[in-house]
């Protein structure tokens, strides 16, 4: 797979982490699945990281991961494009 195509597998992931639509548990299951993962794209590592941190926490929202993002460091990422309809 080229690294075009594999940030946008990334991408698409970590969206469907994000997507409240998609049933907790399957998501729950592609948190585990992932959990030795090493993204390629360091933001989305980062990203991965937060999203792992908050989803034992309630609902995911782009606002809680932009304040999860910004206190571990990372105040410039755009956590709404993790979201559906980004």
Do not use: W
């Not at 360091?42 to 991965?48: I, K, N």
């Amino acid at each position: 797979m080229n690294r075009a195509a594999q940030l946008a597998a990334e991408l698409q992931t970590l969206r469907a982490l994000c997507d409240e639509t998609t049933p907790r548990e399957e998501r729950r299951r592609l948190v585990e699945d992932l959990s030795s993962h090493m993204f390629v794209e360091p933001e989305h590592q980062v990203v991965f990281e937060s999203i792992c941190a908050l989803f034992s926490r309630g609902p995911l929202s782009a606002a809680r991961l932009t304040v999860h993002l910004n206190n571990r460091g990372f105040p410039d990422t755009d956590a709404a494009k993790y979201f559906p309809g980004a």
